[in-house]
C-alpha cells in the first residue's frame, strides 16, 4: 500500500498536487504536511505542520505514518531567493538533505522538483537539452543543480529511488504563485478579471517555457508510477507544453476580456533571472523512458483558467466591485 507523505503542501502545486493523489489512492494514504499551520490551508486529508528543516521532527513524522513515499515539495522560489539566498540556500539544500536522508533510513521513494533554472546564460537556450551545460547564476539555479546531484548521489550510495522534474513556468487559479519569475502569467489572469489592465515586472518580447497545473500534476504522478527499468534518467527529467510572449498572453486574455490593457515596467532583477533561463526544454527523454505528454497549450490552458477563475466566489465578488 503507498503512503505519501507531501513536504511544501501549502504551496502552489502541493495544493492540486495533494487533492490528485487523495483522488488517485485515499485521504488516509496521503498526509500533506507544510511549515504553516494547518489551521490556515488544510483541505481534504490528514494535514500536519512540519518544517523540514527539522531532521528529528521529519524523521518522527514518516515513521508514525509508515511513509513508502515523500513528495517533498518545500522550497524558497526563485525571485524570493534573491531576496533572501542565504535562507535559501538552507531551505532548499538542507530540507532535501533531512528528506533523502530520512528516505534512505526508512526505504521511500522520493520525488524532487527541478526547474529550468537549472539552467544558466551558458545553456542552448531553445531547446535545452536533457544533458547539457548547468551553470545558473541563481541561488535558486544553484540549489537545483546541487538537489538533482544530490538526488543521484543518494541513488547510486544508498539506493534511494530519487525521482524528478525539471519544471518549467507552471500557471494555476487554485493557489496563488509563490515568489517565481513566472508568477507574472498568473497574476495577469487575475488582474485582467479584477482591474481590467495588468502592469507586467517583464518585458513583452520575453519568451519563457510554461505549463498548466494539471500537466504538471500528471507528470508527478505518471513520472511516480513508472517502472524503475523503464528510466535511465530517473531524476531531473525536462518536461514542457507551451512557450509565449507576456504580449502573446495578453492577447489570448484579450480574447476572453475584451478592452484588457496591458504596460510593461520590467523588474531588473526578475528580467535577468528570466533572460538567463531558455525559452523552451527539450523534453524527448521523458516522452520516450516514460510516456510523458503534454494536453494543455496556450488557448485550452487560458479557457480553463477563466473557468476555474470564474468558479471563485472571492475572485468573482472582487471583479464586480473593481469594474
Ligand atoms: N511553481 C512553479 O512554477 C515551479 C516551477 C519549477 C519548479 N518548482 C518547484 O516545485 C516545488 C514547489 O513549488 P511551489 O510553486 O508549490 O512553491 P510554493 O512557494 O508555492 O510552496 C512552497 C511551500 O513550502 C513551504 N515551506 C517553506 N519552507 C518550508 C520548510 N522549512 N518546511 C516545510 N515547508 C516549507 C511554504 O510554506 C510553501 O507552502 C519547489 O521545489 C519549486 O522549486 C515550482
Redesign the pocket.
Known amino acids: 500500500m503507498k503512503r505519501i507523505l507531501v ?2 503542501a ?5 495544493t492540486e498536487l495533494t487533492s490528485s493523489l487523495v483522488a488517485r489512492y485515499r485521504a488516509g494514504e496521503i498526509l500533506a ?4 499551520h494547518p489551521a490556515d490551508w488544510a483541505r481534504d486529508c490528514p494535514a500536519e505542520q ?4 527539522d531532521l528529528d521532527a521529519l524523521r518522527a513524522t514518516v515513521k508514525r505514518f509508515g511513509a513508502t513515499a515523500i513528495h517533498h ?5 526563485s525571485a524570493t531567493a534573491e531576496a533572501d539566498p542565504v535562507r535559501a540556500y538552507r ?1 532548499n539544500m538542507n ?1 532535501l538533505v533531512n528528506v533523502l536522508q530520512v528516505a534512505a533510513e526508512r526505504r521511500c521513494r522520493v520525488f524532487v ?5 537549472a539552467f544558466g546564460p551558458g545553456t542552448p537556450r531553445d531547446p535545452a537539452p536533457q544533458s547539457t551545460v548547468q551553470r545558473p547564476t541563481t541561488m535558486y539555479g544553484v540549489t ?1 543543480v546541487a538537489g538533482e546531484l544530490l538526488c543521484d548521489y543518494y541513488h547510486g550510495r544508498f539506493g534511494v529511488d530519487a525521482r524528478g522534474l525539471r ?4 500557471i494555476s487559479y487554485a ?1 496563488p ?4 519569475t ?1 508568477d507574472y502569467a498568473v497574476e495577469m489572469f487575475h488582474a485582467s478579471l479584477c482591474e481590467g489592465r495588468y502592469t507586467c515586472f517583464l518585458r513583452a518580447d520575453t519568451r519563457m517555457d510554461m505549463m498548466y497545473m494539471p500537466d504538471a500534476i500528471r507528470a508527478v504522478i505518471e513520472l511516480m508510477e513508472a517502472s524503475p527499468t523503464a528510466l535511465t534518467h530517473r531524476n531531473a527529467f525536462n518536461i514542457t507544453a507551451m512557450q509565449f510572449t507576456p504580449a502573446e498572453l495578453a492577447a489570448e486574455i484579450r480574447a476572453h476580456v475584451p478592452g484588457f490593457r496591458i504596460d510593461y515596467d520590467p523588474d531588473p532583477l526578475r528580467q535577468s533571472i528570466a533572460d538567463s533561463w531558455p525559452s523552451r526544454l527539450d523534453d524527448s527523454e521523458a516522452r520516450e523512458q516514460w510516456g510523458w505528454r503534454h494536453e494543455y497549450g496556450l488557448p485550452d490552458m487560458a479557457a480553463d483558467m477563466f473557468r476555474g477563475l470564474h468558479a471563485q466566489p472571492a475572485l468573482t465578488a472582487a471583479a464586480s466591485a473593481g469594474r
Do not use: E, M, V
Not at 515539495?73 to 522560489?77: M, P
Open positions: 513536504t511544501g501549502a504551496g502552489q502545486i502541493g504536511t507544510d511549515i504553516r512540519l518544517d523540514c528543516l515539495l518545500a522550497a524558497i522560489l531551505i530540507g522538483p527541478s526547474s529550468i533554472a537545483k519544471f518549467p513556468g507552471l493557489a504563485p509563490g515568489g517565481g513566472t
